[in-house]
């Protein structure tokens, strides 16, 4: 395992990832000009594609390949009774400690033990204040007066949006149990602790399933949820000896879970956690019940119109969370004996063709005798399809290269030979094997290629 992780980091170090990040604009520090924003990040041309992808795969997979899961995309803004149902307001805590000497402020739970029962501070020894608890949610005020009356909280989850439409859905799409509703959105916490890039930030995207079952069939489900979880990581190729998972122990169960397992990924700083499949049990729509006073029950009309509270499964994941996992997982730097060069490197993100920002990119060989043209016209056909990009500048390798960085998955080259005999050659970026193709057969070849694409590096 150290050996793995040693090897990895030796290519995928956090930096890297964080400087071709910057550099091809898939994500950079938010308001940079400013001295950046601690916590928040945009997401770049490249960035906002990947995103938009990743997000999309997910959709697909719950809504689209499910026929019992519906999608919400429900309000950041939330009555603020929803948060002191859902426990966030008395439970949504970090202990934290402030050094009174270099007044550094640290989570109690990720200090030494020695630290804190010394009350010594770990940066330089200076004294420790008391541990006191630290609520994680974003308060602001809505309306004109600024008073207790107007309190509301940015939603530091997604999920609670979908409990309090579980009614609104049965009642107007018919859902029967068990059935799930997904949702992707936007999520806040004021987290103390934000390095290693994107992966815990203050603003974040969330991409939340919950699904809705009769008690006793619960456990049942829950497995069956981890089993497809997992299933789908898989089917995107990615590195299954980087992912693990980690049951919840006694003390690290939530107050409302019966059972947890998170997937955790082998980032470039180790083991963490990417996305939790929880058992809810009926804590969130009992509560709901409790706080709002209407009946949140669930009829079985085909049931004899037994009447109950459903158990929840809830899968969450972190969707900025997993788009640094995909530009880990795809980060690859590789000698590549070029023509007489044999000491040329590239860096390729091996990106699942349904997952790259670009997916196919033509170049004209040159700019003369009409190979541009030709090429730009190539590249309007595939548009309708595909996500192109078109580069004429500079060396046909240079112009391999940039795309390798990308992750385009193809590259479609147009020479003088297209022009005799309507062909062109189309690049793969994994193996760099190139061969001609009409330009005819194109699209169809693309897809069947990015349908039956396997990972082989
Ligand atoms: P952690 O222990 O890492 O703080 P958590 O257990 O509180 O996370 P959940 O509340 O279960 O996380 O949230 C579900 C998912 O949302 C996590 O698996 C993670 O992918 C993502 N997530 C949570 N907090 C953040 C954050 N601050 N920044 C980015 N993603 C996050």
């Known amino acids: 395992m150290t050996e793995q992780l040693n090897e990895y980091q030796g290519k995928a170090s956090m930096e890297k990832i964080t ?5 091809r604009g898939f994500v950079f520090q938010s308001s940079e000009i400013y001295g950046g924003q601690n916590g928040a990040w945009d997401y770049g041309p490249l960035g906002v594609e990947l995103k938009n992808r990743v997000a999309g795969a997910w959709w697909k997979e ?3 390949l499910n026929d019992d899961i519906v999608g919400l995309d429900s309000a950041i803004l939330m009555h603020p009774r929803t948060w002191e149902a859902s426990g966030h307001v008395e439970n949504f805590t970090d202990p934290l400690v402030d050094c009174k000497k270099c007044k550094i402020r640290l989570r109690a739970d990720m200090i030494p033990d020695e630290n804190l029962a010394a009350k010594k501070c770990p940066e330089c020894g200076g004294e420790l204040t008391d541990t006191r608890k630290f609520n994680l949610m974003f308060k602001t005020s809505i309306g004109p007066a600024e008073d207790s009356s107007s309190l509301i909280y940015l939603r530091p989850e997604t999920a609670q949006g979908i409990y309090v439409n579980y009614k609104n859905i049965i009642q107007s799409n018919r859902m029967k149990i068990p059935f799930g509703i997904a949702q992707v959105g936007k999520a806040f916490r004021n987290e103390i602790v934000t390095k290693n890039f994107i992966f815990r930030t203050c603003e974040f995207e969330q991409m939340e399933m919950q699904y809705f079952v009769k008690p006793g069939t619960d456990e049942e489900w829950f497995n069956e ?6 299933a789908y990581y898989e089917r995107l190729g990615y590195k299954m000896d980087h992912l693990r998972w980690h049951q919840h122990g006694e003390g690290e169960l939530a107050h409302y879970a019966k059972d947890a397992y998170d997937i ?4 470039p700083m180790g083991w963490r956690e990417l996305e939790g499949i929880h058992n809810r049990t009926d804590y969130d729509l009992g509560r709901h019940t409790q706080f709002s006073g209407k009946d949140l029950q669930y009829i079985d009309q085909e049931g004899g119109n037994e009447r109950y509270i459903p158990y929840i499964i809830e899968t969450s994941a972190g969707l900025t969370r997993n788009v640094l996992m995909t530009l880990c997982d795809a980060y690859d730097e590789e000698q590549v004996a070029d023509k007489g060069n044999e000491d040329d490197w590239r860096t390729v993100l091996r990106f699942h063709p349904a997952l790259a920002p670009i997916t196919v990119a033509v170049l004209p060989l040159m700019k003369k005798d ?6 730009q016209d190539i590249r309007r056909d595939l548009k309708e399809d595909f996500a192109t990009d078109y580069d ?3 060396a046909i390798g240079r112009r391999y290269r940039r795309q390798d960085e990308a992750g385009t998955p193809f590259c479609v080259t147009v020479d003088y030979q297209s022009k005799e005999d309507g062909t062109v050659t189309l690049r793969h970026r994994d193996s760099m094997e190139q061969l001609r193709v009409p330009i005819a057969e194109l699209t169809a070849r693309l897809h069947s290629e990015i349908k039956s694409y396997k990972r082989t590096k």
């Open 225 to 230: 949820w981890k089993r497809r979880r997992w």
């Open 19 to 23: 400087s071709l990040a910057k550099r």
């Open 370 to 375: 009409g190979l541009a043209e030709l090429a």
């Open 264 to 267: 955790q990924y082998l980032f």
């Open 392 to 394: 004429q500048g500079g």
């Open 62 to 64: 719950m809504t689209q």
